[in-house]
T-cell receptor, first 116, second 115 residues
Framework: DTGVSQDPRHKITKRGQNVTFRCDPI?????LYWYRQTLGQGPEFLTY????????KSRLLSDRFSAERPKGSFSTLEIQRTEQGDSAMYLC??????????????FGPGTRLTVT | AQTVTQSQPEMSVQEAETVTLSCTYD???????LFWYKQPPSRQMILVIR??????QNATENRFSVNFQKAAKSFSLKISDSQLGDAAMYFC????????????FGQGTTLQVKP
């Protein structure tokens, strides 16, 4: 297991187009998080999955954003009708089930989205 | 609402010397966890060190140690014997026991290491 992976690493799209990102967590991690990071800032929480259930969504996650985690394995984040303000790095992280070590999150390399 | 603040946007240190990065947080929770993450340029974020709020002893990981002052809500990171590979953006983060485990991050501090 080589860690959390994300695909694609970079995405350039035109305003108004839809985009979808994928995250593959570490295999035994049942918790999965999406964050958004703009240039020079810290990541901001978007949404959280425990297994296949989406248990928390940030107010940052507008109606144009949707996330899924079918079967509790990989996750996808879709942005519909992209806007220039959506340009950012989208980070995925995963962690072990409930317990002390579960508070440690392991991050993927991120998907950098540029909306032109 | 819980917040994490890093007041030093940039820091620099001479190779082999020691540098301290500052972080303060605000929470009404009694049980929480604090982290320092490192994000090298164009590379993924990795965990540097973790501190449980209920532990009085400061965490240490090799050249990295923290100064956790619970009453002051302060959580600074000390890097000893700085190396060129330590150059990165460092983020302080917090999460709270019993919740989803989502991390609340500070704004980050860019560390430059001079040879």
């Amino acid at each position: 297991d080589t860690g959390v992976s994300q695909d694609p690493r970079h995405k350039i799209t035109k305003r108004g187009q839809n985009v979808t990102f994928r995250c593959d967590p570490i295999s035994e991690h049942n918790r999965l998080y999406w964050y958004r990071q703009t240039l020079g800032q810290g990541p901001e929480f978007l949404t959280y999955f425990q297994n296949e259930a989406q248990l928390e969504k940030s107010r940052l996650l507008s109606d144009r954003f949707s996330a899924e985690r079918p079967k509790g394995s990989f996750s996808t984040l879709e942005i519909q009708r992209t806007e220039q303000g959506d340009s950012a790095m989208y980070l995925c992280a995963s962690s072990l089930p409930q317990g002390v070590s579960s508070y440690e999150q392991y991050f993927g390399p991120g998907t950098r989205l540029t909306v032109t | 609402a819980q917040t994490v603040t890093q007041s030093q946007p940039e820091m620099s240190v001479q190779e082999a010397e020691t540098v301290t990065l500052s972080c303060t947080y605000d929470t009404s929770e009694s049980d929480y966890y604090l982290f320092w993450y490192k994000q090298p340029p164009s590379r993924q974020m990795i965990l540097v060190i973790r501190q449980e709020a209920y532990k009085q002893q400061n965490a240490t990981e090799n050249r990295f140690s923290v100064n956790f002052q619970k009453a002051a809500k302060s959580f600074s990171l000390k890097i000893s014997d700085s190396q060129l590979g330590d150059a990165a953006m460092y983020f302080c983060a917090c999460t709270f026991s019993g919740n989803t485990g989502k991390l609340i991050f500070g704004q980050g501090t860019t560390l430059q290491v001079k040879p």
